[in-house]
């Protein structure tokens, strides 16, 4: 069985040195993004994809009508968006928000 109470020479059990709960400021989540940087922060991830597919596939992609050329790059486009490229940009703008609040 083991000691319910931690020990207080234990790395573990103790608090990070020079941290103090009282004086060390606690820095809040940004919060979710407005609509006008989520149009923005889609614009970024879209625009950029859609020109490299269509670049890369464009020749292929001249052969077929244009529901099929649209189907094949929302399929290809979507997943990269979403999975990809929207993490990434969420992440950045924590980091941004973040940064911007320390400073003022």
Do not use: C
């Not at 234990?10 to 989540?29: H, I, L, M, Q, W």
């Not at 149009?39 to 950029?48: D, E, G, H, Q, R």
């Not at 890369?56 to 094949?72: D, K, P, Q, S, Y």
């Amino acid at each position: 069985m083991t000691n319910a109470t931690p020990n207080p020479t234990d790395r573990k059990s103790r608090p990070a040195r020079g941290y103090n709960p009282e004086t060390t400021p606690v820095r809040a989540k940004p919060g979710p993004p407005t609509k006008h940087q989520l149009a923005l922060m889609i614009w970024v991830a879209v625009f950029p994809t859609l020109t490299v597919l269509n670049l890369v596939l464009g020749e292929w992609l001249a052969t077929m009508n244009a529901i099929t050329r649209t189907f094949v790059l929302a399929t290809i486009a979507v997943p990269i968006v979403i999975y990809g490229l929207m993490p990434q940009l969420h992440r950045l703008r924590g980091q941004f928000l973040t940064r911007l609040a320390s400073t003022s």
